[in-house]
């Protein structure tokens, strides 16, 4: 195995020594990109995207040709799996994912399987590893998953939902047919990561966009336990190298210390969340990723500049921290934007190095 | 001045011992009760409902004909105070408030005025003053408005949003603009509680719906500082009778001790929140309003019983806990729910209490 040649990423989350704050971004693949949209034109529809390898590969490494970004993350869903499972995934223009079948009780628990990541979701593995060869260790590439709870919201609401009332239900009247929901997501998301891991992903995040949509009582008992039991089951080091495990519940803010003690190596953090705070109550535990506000992306090059530094500013000195926004970056942001950040964030981030 | 009725709404916003715990219900008057959507179909379009004193006294009154309720809350909308300052409310079926004017920038904002309640929202305070008649001091009225940060997201967004684009970067990149518009809002919603308050509000609270869209120093700057304004300008005590105020922040839960220290006399909590570690942080300071998700109304009176007896646990012993829903009430509940609820609130909480 050769060397990586950026390794920030990598040792920030390992709360190791870097020279300047690592930077990536959600969705850095992404519509904001023309070159994206010419890629997704090409493949017809957004499912056909995700799994052609080859187009997979190249809009993952689309953002690194304009920024100097420090990491590459794969091209995929979150909902691969709930497809593989026989849901039927597929995407309306302007209403985002739906499922042709929905899970509404415990039959249709039941009925469901354990998707084989390199069998049902080859196509993932196969575009880990083309992405792999092509970034020549340039820098790391990060795998990733939806939580089981976020998962299950799609495939019981069949799409996405404001108000979560059909799996709520399921939580405050059949709780155990969301735990059995629940435990097989939870094998199946930690077997499709261990998979990525095995065919090249050097650090993975688990995204649970919507645990912040439950009282604490059921984010612990839902979310949290299945995450726990997904970080306690992952291939955590591989040839002598580290693999470290990002968890990312947005809305999360009042749970950080629990998401601390889950034994991940870093906790993303939305933009609510200060990050001068988040890091005396967690920070000598986990690395912290994130979290400006998506919305200065929509400004300009000088506010962007003053937010990037209020955020290195609020993380201070020291290692364990890699910079992201708090969310998404949208499709409505000018990539001479992101450019300004990512120039912004290696330039001021390096007097908190020294 | 008669005495209440029944004044332990008041009494437990205050902490002051009471027989057991009080609830309201956000949207206690709404699209759920059949009456109500009668009404609403006589007046032809919501803001002649709103506008209408004797229309918005009706169904303000309905919800408490039917449940044991501890308060009436004022009907009305939010949005009356930027549609008095011109800017031309009105209402698309299914996709929420708009406005025919929008405020894009420094010009803007000069031109809007601060509206006279009684002379540009007199329909309101005639409607709190034909409630107060008709009410006959059984339970107490609760005047409300939108506060300034919140009221500011939809005369700059033009309605409802998702992520602020508009509103925030006018944060970013031109503060002073957004200081100003705040300004005059925290100065017309002042004014508008005080002649609430005057004419027979008995208590008031402040609906922050967006506080929880923005990072901890905007919110902080933009949206706490407006409403610490409120709180210190607002009559507080009437005919020897304390008016005690609710702050309510949706998404909040990251800056409780900050709203506390307001001095405002209670908090209102969405369901993200637990209510014992609210009670520890803050329950000194203040009195607690709700939180219980409102997703369970949605399921049966078993589940609701046991979710209600939840909360009113993590409250435990003592004064200082008003029962609500973490936020509003949905048009799909079922009215037999929320007897239910009621119901289970008065009698479960009476061991709390002795």
Same mark, same amino acid.
């Given at each position: 195995m050769a060397k990586l040649k950026n390794d920030r990423l990598i040792r920030?989350?390992?709360?190791?020594?870097?020279?300047? *704050?690592?930077i990536w971004i959600m969705r850095q693949a992404g519509r904001y990109l023309p070159e994206y949209r010419e890629v997704r034109a090409q493949a017809g529809d957004f499912m056909t995207l995700c799994s052609t390898p080859e187009l997979a590969c190249e809009v993952t490494l689309q953002p690194l040709r304009r920024f100097d970004l420090d990491a590459a993350i794969l091209f995929s869903d979150i909902l691969t799996i709930p497809d593989a499972m026989g849901l039927g995934l597929y995407f309306v223009e302007g209403e985002g994912p739906k499922f042709r079948e929905?899970?509404?009780?415990?039959?249709?628990?039941?009925?469901?399987?354990?998707?084989?990541?390199? @069998?049902?979701?080859?196509y993932v593995m196969d575009a880990v590893r083309l992405i792999r060869a092509e970034l020549d260790d340039k820098v790391p590439l990060i795998g990733f998953c939806g939580s089981p709870w976020t998962l299950a919201t799609y495939?019981?609401?069949?799409?996405?939902?404001?108000? =979560?009332?059909?799996?709520?239900?399921?939580?405050f009247a059949d709780g155990d047919s969301a735990h059995q929901l629940l435990t097989k997501l939870t094998e199946s998301v930690t077997a499709y990561l261990n998979a990525q891991i095995e065919a090249g992903a050097q650090a993975v995040m688990v995204f649970d966009s919507w645990g912040g949509a439950l009282t604490t009582r059921h984010y612990r008992e839902f979310s949290l336990a299945y995450m726990q039991q997904i970080v306690d089951q992952l291939i955590r080091e591989k040839h002598g190298r580290?693999?470290?495990?990002?968890?990312? *519940?947005?809305?999360g803010g009042?749970?950080? &210390?629990?998401?601390?003690a889950s034994g991940c190596d870093a906790v993303g953090l939305d933009w609510s969340v200060n990050l001068a705070q988040a890091k005396a109550q967690i920070g000598d535990k986990v690395a912290l990723q994130g979290n400006?506000?998506? +919305?200065?992306?929509?400004?300009? &090059? @000088?506010a962007i500049q003053q937010e990037a530094e209020n955020v290195? +500013?609020? =993380?201070?000195?020291?290692s364990g921290h890699v910079f992201n926004l708090g969310h998404g970056i949208t499709p409505n942001i000018d990539p001479d934007n992101v450019a300004a950040l990512v120039d912004a964030v290696h330039e001021r981030s390096v007097q908190y190095h020294q």
């Open positions: 920030a989350l390992l709360r190791q020594p870097v020279d300047k *704050t690592p929905v899970i509404s009780n415990r039959r249709d628990v039941t009925k469901i399987g354990v998707p084989d990541p390199e @069998q049902d979701l080859g495939m019981v609401e069949g799409g996405s939902s404001r108000d =979560f009332y059909k799996i709520k239900s399921m939580l580290k693999i470290p495990v990002i968890l990312f *519940t947005k809305g009042l749970w950080l &210390p629990e998401m601390a400006m506000d998506p +919305a200065v992306m929509a400004t300009t &090059p @000088q290195l +500013a609020d =993380f201070g000195n020291g």
